[in-house]
T-cell receptor, first 113, second 113 residues
Framework: DTAVSQTPKYLVTQMGNDKSIKCEQN?????MYWYKQDSKKFLKIMFS???????INETVPNRFSPKSPDKAHLNLHINSLELGDSAVYFC????????????FGPGTRLTVT | DQQVKQNSPSLSVQEGRISILNCDYT??????FLWYKKYPAEGPTFLIS?????DKNEDGRFTVFLNKSAKHLSLHIVPSQPGDSAVYFC????????????FGQGTRLTINP
């Protein structure tokens, strides 16, 4: 059983398109995150949601809009894709009470041409 | 401004010997530190963590040491095994950060037979 899953694993699209990445966790966690790993391999947080509420929004362009239909899902929609959006996007989840490790999905490699 | 730094992009160690991965941080508000391991095309996997109230935490072959005065932590793996070959990320969190992990850029560890 996959704890944190993401679809698709690879996404190739043209500039200006709109795309979505889906994330689901079956760990019973109530906090979920999106991270971006850029070409320099830095992993940076973009958003976090706790029980479907936005907790962290790290100065991400408005073209990025997370949606959490329930606490087991956190999808990422990207409008008007740009070349600089090419990266690997990781979803993660954790418990919210106390200090807990985050569990990561396998990543989605987005390539914008 | 990079608050968590892993200054060695790569490290090569012989099988059976000790691997020591280093991490430095600048933000004195960080009080919880984690190490993650990442294989190609997979998401980061949690290895071990340490709270700032401790200076050492051990889990099997993995030990993390924290030197708060130097703002430095290290991960020791002993004995090193071929399966330990991966990229290792150091991450830090603060109570104000609400589980907003700040990652270093990673160190690629290669274990040679």
């Amino acid at each position: 059983d996959t704890a944190v899953s993401q679809t698709p694993k690879y996404l190739v699209t043209q500039m200006g398109n709109d795309k979505s990445i889906k994330c689901e966790q079956n760990l019973g966690h109530d906090t979920m995150y999106w991270y971006k790993q850029d070409s320099k391999k830095f992993l940076k947080i973009m958003f976090s949601y706790n029980n479907k509420e936005l907790i962290i929004n790290e100065t991400v362009p408005n073209r990025f809009s997370p949606k959490s239909p329930d606490k087991a899902h956190l999808n990422l929609h990207i409008n008007s894709l740009e070349l600089g959006d090419s990266a690997v996007y990781f979803c993660a989840s954790s418990q919210s009470e106390g200090r807990h490790e985050q569990y990561f999905g396998p990543g989605t490699r987005l390539t914008v041409t | 401004d990079q608050q968590v730094k892993q200054n060695s992009p790569s490290l090569s160690v012989q099988e059976g010997r000790i691997s020591i991965l280093n991490c430095d941080y600048t933000n004195s508000m960080f009080d919880y530190f984690l190490w993650y391991k990442k294989y190609p095309a997979e998401g980061p996997t949690f290895l071990i963590s340490i709270s700032s109230i401790k200076d050492k935490n051990e889990d099997g072959r993995f030990t993390v040491f924290l030197n708060k005065s130097a703002k430095h932590l290290s991960l020791h793996i002993v004995p090193s095994q071929p399966g330990d070959s991966a990229v290792y990320f150091c991450a830090a969190d603060s109570i104000q950060g609400a589980q907003k992990l700040v990652f270093g850029q990673g160190t690629r560890l290669t274990i040679n037979p």
